[in-house]
């Protein structure tokens, strides 16, 4: 028990106080005049780790991007946790498209998540930041918000080699898997509506009904393709081996209106890939295909669709009516060369199992370089409907199977092999009615009429004094003239890959 005799007065202890102060003031002077900035800083933060309570607990920050690309972990514990949610879950979001399974459960920002594996806790949050970045050079400008979104994901230390080795690749595993049954394929186009140079894709569900069973094309070429497309998603660890990046080419040619984009969507539906469709017009520079190339996922077909129209690419150039020089168009940036280097350059490299298609109506306007091997794998080309095709859509418009006979199939079989009719222009005529008699009968009108005027249009050719010259070929001549057109295309295609 202390007496107030033995307190020291408020003065004494004003007294203490002041010169304890005046000494440490007096001491970081003197440190602020001896000792550097670096070697403070240094000796402040030694400082801080010794009096610093150690946390037994690790935390991984999994960002949505990385770089320029997306963060793959992320999107698989997006789709990961959304199987873990637990009653003491209180804000979730819901969506559901028309063609999705079940509901689409996500969590909500700053939602946490127990999660066990091998009896070690995992704690999940999801967490959306905000930030505003400000036009310094623009007063009246108010600024841009972004949303930064990332999960965290605590552990104790100890499990460290046990999360990095087993749990996260556990979750890209399942994540794959879930993705799988429940894919909804979607169809990406670009975006060029927002104000700043440059694009983006847009996506909207894919739900073009085109399979290989309901394609009007011969079973030979259509076993062909699937072969082919089989053989490409199961060589992984053969490209990785061989040093080639992990794509595919294909080119689809022939006249409007044979199936070329029922094939491409029916390829999407056999190999459960997204599409892409990249239209070259909308691009002014090189380095925005860079971008759409890095920002396209794997597992995913990019399509260009008439290429030998849709932009003029051998190397932007033209010819110096003086002197013949070729000059770069400076205006133009979108090069030969960058297309080339974007379908097989190194920029091909960024992203897996990818499938690029070129459509074209006439393969002969094409620049050689693009259809060499390793651009253009595999060449199809979609012919006019033969009577096989025909027998498919007659199953699938009029439901008269393959195996079923009907009078008329005889005369359309000898009529159409001489006569150039699309696909499109069969399934047209037999949508009209679901009477397959009238059907028949109006689509076998329709063989003798176009016959008819094929004939006309063959016979009568203008000769130099403006008359007409009457010429004569069957329809096996007019097979010979162009099976020898397509061998001189290819004898072109080979000589101007040679060099």
């Known amino acids: 028990m202390f007496w107030s005799r033995d307190m020291p007065s408020p003065s ?103 999660d066990w594996f091998d009896g ?15 036009n310094n050079n623009n007063p009246n400008d108010m600024g841009m918000r972004s949303e930064k979104r990332y999960f965290e994901v605590s552990f104790n230390k100890k499990h460290k080699e046990m999360v990095l080795g087993s749990y996260l690749p556990l979750i890209l595993e399942k994540a794959k898997e879930m993705k799988d049954e429940e894919r909804v394929l979607k169809m990406h186009t670009l975006n060029t509506s927002y104000c700043y140079p440059g694009v983006k894709w847009d996506s909207i569900n894919l739900e073009h009904p085109s399979t290989f069973d309901t394609l009007a094309m011969e079973a030979e070429a259509k076993n062909a393709v699937i072969q082919d497309l089989n053989r490409f998603v199961k060589r992984k660890e053969f490209y990785k081996r061989v040093g ?33 469709d990249l239209q070259l017009a909308n691009i002014v520079r090189d380095s925005d295909l860079r971008k759409l190339l890095l920002a396209t996922a794997n597992r ?3 399509v260009i669709e008439d290429i030998d129209c849709s932009v003029d690419l051998p190397d932007r150039r033209h010819a ?17 060369s960058g297309l080339l280097n974007f379908i097989d350059g190194l920029w091909s490299s960024c992203g897996d199992e990818r499938i690029i298609i070129f459509t074209t109506n006439h393969k ?25 095709g025909f027998r498919l859509l007659a199953s699938n418009y009029l439901g008269i199977s393959c195996e079923q006979e009907h009078h008329l199939f005889g005369e359309i079989e000898g009529l159409i092999e001489d006569t150039h009719i699309t696909p499109a222009q069969v399934a047209e005529e037999l949508m009209k009615t679901e009477d397959s008699e009238h059907a028949l009968e109006s689509f076998v009108k329709l063989l003798k009429r176009k016959k008819m005027e094929g004939d006309v249009c063959e016979n009568e050719t203008p000769d130099g004094d403006g008359e007409a010259k009457k010429r004569k070929i069957n329809g096996k001549q007019r097979k010979t003239t162009l099976r020898n ?14 060099l």
């Open 364 to 388: 002969e306007r094409l620049d050689p370089a693009l259809l060499r091997p390793g651009r253009m794998d595999m060449h199809i080309h979609m012919s006019y409907c033969s009577y096989h």
């Open 12 to 114: 004494s202890i004003f007294s203490a106080y002041a010169s304890m102060t005046a000494s440490v003031m007096l001491v970081r002077s003197m440190a602020n005049d001896l000792i550097p900035h670096p070697v403070r800083g240094y000796l402040l933060n030694a400082f801080r780790y010794f009096i610093k309570p150690t946390s037994p607990l690790l935390t991984l920050i999994i960002e949505e991007s990385s770089g320029i690309t997306r963060n793959q972990v992320f999107d698989a514990a997006e789709v990961y946790l959304s199987s873990r949610l637990s009653p003491e879950n209180e804000r979730l979001k819901i969506s559901k498209s028309p063609k999705d399974k079940n509901l689409m459960i996500r969590l909500e920002k700053g939602e946490k998540l127990v």
């Open 300 to 302: 995913s077909i990019l």
């Open 485 to 498: 057109t397509q061998r001189q295309t290819q004898r072109r295609t080979r000589r101007g890959t040679s």
């Open 320 to 336: 110096d009516a003086h002197n013949d020089v070729c000059v770069v168009d400076e205006l133009a940036q979108l090069t030969l």
């Open 120 to 134: 070690v806790e995992l704690k999940w949050r999801f967490i959306c930041a905000e930030s505003e970045k400000n």
């Open 244 to 276: 080639r990046a992990w794509k595919r080419g294909y080119l689809l040619y022939g006249p409007p209106g044979t199936g070329k984009s029922s094939l491409i969507a029916a390829m999407a539906n056999y190999l459960k890939f997204d599409i892409y």
